[in-house]
């Protein structure tokens, strides 16, 4: 079982940039991909991007693609979303992810506790 912790969520507005950070540990951390997903209030929760082991294989929602990016520091067992150009609509709670494996074909397995982002217009 892989644990999750995240960090860097907050308060900004719009136009603004945050990095989350997902600090895991519990197995060896280049041996699974990793995803970032959101939910916002009263809406299922919703796939954001992706990342298989380099930051060659990268996959992101077409809601974030182009202000969003996802990597990974395989020495430092943490996983980041830089996220750009926010707006109101990507205010949410960001979940980490860890898949069983390397491939995306499967649901996660392990989930972080979550973090609020809040963007305000």
């Known amino acids: 079982q892989v644990q999750l912790v995240e960090s860097g969520g907050g308060l900004v507005q719009a136009g603004g940039s945050l990095r989350l950070s997902c600090a895991a540990s519990g197995r060896t951390f280049s041996s699974y991909a990793m995803g970032w997903f959101r939910q916002a209030p009263g809406k299922e929760r919703e796939f954001v991007a992706a990342?298989?082991?380099?930051?060659?294989?990268?996959y992101y929602a077409d809601s974030v693609k182009g202000r969003f990016t996802i990597s990974r520091d395989n020495a430092k067992n943490t996983v980041y979303l830089q996220m750009n150009s926010l707006k109101p609509e990507d205010t949410a709670v960001y979940y980490c992810?860890?898949?069983?494996?390397?491939?995306?074909?499967?649901?996660?397995?392990?989930w972080g506790q979550g973090t609020q982002v809040t963007v305000s217009s």
């Open positions: 990342i298989r082991l380099t930051a060659g294989s990268t």
């Open positions: 992810a860890a898949y069983p494996t390397t491939s995306l074909n499967t649901n996660p397995s392990s």
